[in-house]
């Protein structure tokens, strides 16, 4: 999952910090899509941090360290949630067809400031991570008796974090649950009311609909992973294991499905794979040549 979100990650940022500077037009969407794929590259890295230090310094001394390593991770997946809900919010705003005052102006206002709104959001995320920094003492239980699994001696978080955490997510989620439930309904009315005019194509609001379904069904996934993983720690005093490995890959298969389903990145995508395809041919040639 590192080495294959390195290489998607990278590809994203990469093709629209090109399109930026070499003054191109960059949409709020693209400003959000990087922002989110330089959020999960270095989520994605923290994690791996924080294996090393539990792998290599288990020792107490080291804990603070692990902590504060565990702290970033969940900064930058705080500021995953807002700024998946931030992509949601823009997509209602540009593609629904409600024509009322507040949903204008919320357009209006929204779009032409996303930059802020992502400023916005990592601020969000880093309040989150601070709440659970100045929680009291109490905060990690060190070597208590769990009646559930005994001779266990770790650190477990108390009930605080669990509401710290679930405070600092849910947040996000309503707004990603409202503004998809939107477009979906604004989408499916739309083409309702089209069915019977037999001229009109409809693939791409069926395509879209798709869209909003999948995307939903992962950050759906995404968040209630996360939830298990926090409430299952607290119970048990231990981390499931294949959870933690869905959570790297669901990231990953939502920016593949980014990168198909836009068309700037899935060309750049298929232009790098042909140059690749091309590489690979000529040194095989060459090869056959020499053996020649």
């Not at 890959?249 to 939502?254: D, E, K, S, V």
Request: proline share 2%.
């Amino acid at each position: 999952a590192l080495i294959a979100g390195l290489v998607i990650y990278s590809f994203i940022i990469g093709v629209n910090f090109n399109d930026w500077w070499k003054g191109r037009s960059v949409i709020p969407v693209d400003h959000i899509v990087t922002s989110l794929g330089i959020s999960r590259i270095c989520a994605q890295c923290a994690k791996i941090m924080y294996l090393l230090m539990k792998r290599f310094f288990l020792s107490r001394q080291n804990f603070d360290v692990n902590f504060i390593t565990s702290i970033v991770y969940f900064f930058f997946t705080y500021v995953n949630f807002w700024l998946t809900s931030l992509l949601s919010i823009v997509f209602c705003l540009k593609i629904s067809n409600f024509h009322t005052r507040l949903f204008l102006y919320l357009r209006g206002m929204i779009v032409r400031r996303t930059v802020y709104f992502i400023v916005a959001s990592v601020v969000f995320s880093a309040f989150s991570c601070l709440m659970s920094l100045t929680l009291p003492s109490g905060l990690y239980r060190d070597g208590l008796y769990n009646t559930i699994m005994p001779n266990l001696s770790v650190h477990c978080t108390t009930i605080n974090y669990v509401y710290t955490f679930t405070v600092g997510a849910i947040i996000p989620l309503l707004l990603y649950c409202i503004s998809s439930g939107l477009l979906f309904s604004s989408l499916y009315h739309h083409t309702t009311k089209m069915t019977s005019n037999l001229s009109i194509n409809l693939e791409t609001y069926y395509s879209l609909m798709r869209f909003v379904f999948v995307t939903f069904i992962y950050n759906t996934l995404y968040f209630i992973g996360h939830f298990v993983c926090v409430f299952y720690y607290y119970f048990y005093c231990m981390s499931i294991g294949w959870i933690h490995i869905a959570l790297d890959i669901l990231p990953l298969l939502h920016s593949s499905y980014l990168i198909y389903r836009t068309p700037k990145l899935r060309s750049q995508m298929f232009k790098g794979l042909q140059y690749l395809s091309d590489f690979v041919s000529q040194r095989k040639d060459m090869e056959t040549r020499e053996n020649m």
